[in-house]
């Protein structure tokens, strides 16, 4: 099992920055593609930011320019630096890892998502 756990959510005005970070823990052997998806009230969960292990990355159209994902494979953790935030931002921002076993067999965790509120 493997545990994705979010942080660095909260409130911030129009224009504000914040940082999110994810620290996968438990029996792991390879965490590969890393990423961050969000749920905004009455909407379905979209996808905002991925990385692969080697760092290619891949953003929503919505938030190029303004949010940057990285990694630091050595602590299993990925990162998601939110800058020129709009109220569009807000959402519960959750954190999936995608674990490869011993065997090469990938399973997807996700994170128990953290609330990002931007206000107007």
């Known amino acids: 099992q493997v545990q994705p756990v979010e942080s660095g959510g909260g409130l911030v005005q129009a224009g504000g920055s914040l940082r999110l970070s994810c620290a996968a823990s438990?029996?792991?052997?390879?965490?590969?593609?890393m990423g961050w998806y969000r749920q905004a009230p009455g909407k379905q969960r979209e996808l905002v930011a991925t990385?692969?292990?080697?760092?290619?990355?891949n953003y929503a159209d919505s938030v190029k320019g303004r949010f940057t994902i990285s990694r630091d494979n050595a602590k299993n953790t990925v990162y998601l630096q939110m800058n020129s935030l709009k109220p569009d931002d807000t959402a519960v921002y959750y954190c999936k890892v995608q674990h490869l076993t011993t065997r090469g067999v990938p399973f997807d965790y996700w994170g128990q998502g953290t609330q990002v509120t931007v206000s107007s």
């Open positions: 438990g029996s792991i052997f390879i965490i590969n593609d």
């Open positions: 990385i692969t292990l080697g760092g290619r990355t």
